[in-house]
């Protein structure tokens, strides 16, 4: 796949922040919103179109992203597993899209490296997916070649197609990224001891 081919991003920013007890969302992050920190970093990694999906507060979330290049998918499950709102995101990319990033609203320490790596390591490796690793934990953001979405679409659950990369890992690229960058947002404890880290 040419590092040039149309690689998107699919932000997903539906759920209902039950843990933390308010849309964390819309929390800010570094003078931000957390939803609108996630898409700028993607904007700035040239991932394009970026497809936020939405659910839960939607017109909030909306609004918090006003006048950053996005689109919007509707998850109308936004109560239910992570692949409801995974399968929202895959079904509003355009037909030209050869790839697609996949990554949480509230993994606040992905940066706008992380996600241009996953792309070049793709395209290097020729490989069908480019996975993030922490130590001995995959997780977002993750790549994965439209070759593969007919499998994300078939799953069920939560984990952001865990067992899609795990059927194909002896095939991804994989990059590690130090553990702390697997921070996300999901209590009020969370989030105070976002607040007292070094931004990045």
Request: with cysteine; proline share 6%; aromatic share 4%.
């Amino acid at each position: 796949m040419p590092e040039h081919a149309a690689i998107a991003a699919v932000v997903l920013a539906a759920g209902a922040s039950t843990r933390m007890g308010r849309t964390k969302q819309l929390l800010p992050v570094d003078g931000v919103p957390m939803v609108r920190h996630a898409v700028q970093r993607c904007v700035e990694a040239g991932l394009t179109p970026v497809v936020v999906v939405v659910g839960h507060d939607e017109s909030a979330v909306r609004a918090a992203l006003h006048g950053v290049d996005c689109t919007f998918a509707v998850n109308t499950e936004a109560s239910g597993p992570t692949s409801t709102s995974l399968h929202a995101g895959l079904r509003a990319l355009p037909d030209g899209t050869r790839a697609a990033v996949v990554l949480l609203a509230d993994m606040v320490r992905v940066t706008t490296a992380m996600l241009r790596a996953l792309v070049t390591a793709s395209a290097r490796d020729d490989a069908p997916l480019a996975v993030s690793r922490y130590g001995d934990v995959l997780a977002p953001p993750l790549l994965f070649c439209r070759a593969l979405w007919p499998e994300l679409l078939a799953w069920h659950g939560d984990g952001c197609g865990k067992a899609v990369v795990r059927a194909h890992e002896h095939e991804a690229a994989m990059l590690d990224w130090p553990e702390e960058a697997l921070r996300d947002v999901d209590t009020p404890e969370d989030y105070a001891a976002l607040a007292r880290a070094p931004s990045q």
